[in-house]
């Protein structure tokens, strides 16, 4: 199989390398290896930047889908909670799954590491 696009990568939870659906171990957690190819994830470093990210987009949509529905129809509180919980939570777990596995698959891709200096044999390390 050939390497899956990072898109399809952080939508199907496929490996960068051989393209298995083994980059996730639980909802948005990665697993340690590709159980296919043996790529180890554990060497990215995806951080949190999908976490802020999409703080920001699904906060802003679900206010307003909530304001658009208050609005339209003027639901009791409860029916707001019923809606609203539920649809970010899975938002927000879908999309930390999709991004997080895009952005592993593009420094897989770019073959991205750590900054280390040359002339420090160490590492930089203090």
Same mark, same amino acid.
């Given at each position: 199989?050939?390497? /899956?696009?990072?898109?399809?990568?952080?939508?199907?939870?496929? !490996? /960068?390398? !051989?393209?298995?659906?083994?980059?996730?171990?639980?909802?948005?957690?990665?697993? @340690?290896? !590709?159980?296919? !190819?043996?790529?180890?994830?554990?060497?990215?470093?995806?951080?949190?930047? /999908?976490?802020?990210?999409?703080?920001?987009?699904?906060?802003?949509?679900? *206010?307003?889908?909530?304001?658009? *529905?208050?609005?339209?129809?003027?639901? /009791?509180?409860?029916?707001?909670?019923?809606?609203?919980?539920?649809?970010t939570a899975?938002?927000?777990?879908?999309?930390?799954?999709?991004?997080?596995?895009?952005?592993?698959?593009?420094?897989?891709?770019?073959?991205?590491?750590?900054?280390?200096?040359?002339? @420090?044999? @160490?590492?930089?390390?203090?």
């Amino acid at each position: 199989m050939s390497e /899956p696009t990072p898109l399809q990568s952080g939508i199907y939870g496929a !490996c /960068p390398r !051989c393209g298995a659906r083994t980059l996730f171990a639980g909802p948005a957690h990665f697993a @340690d290896r !590709c159980r296919a !190819c043996g790529l180890d994830y554990r060497t990215f470093n995806v951080g949190d930047g /999908p976490a802020a990210f999409l703080t920001l987009i699904i906060g802003a949509l679900v *206010v307003a889908l909530a304001i658009a *529905v208050e609005l339209s129809i003027r639901p /009791p509180f409860w029916v707001h909670a019923l809606l609203w919980i539920p649809f970010t939570a899975a938002a927000v777990i879908f999309g930390l799954r999709v991004g997080k596995g895009m952005l592993l698959a593009i420094e897989y891709r770019k073959d991205a590491h750590e900054g280390r200096r040359t002339d @420090d044999p @160490d590492g930089g390390s203090a």
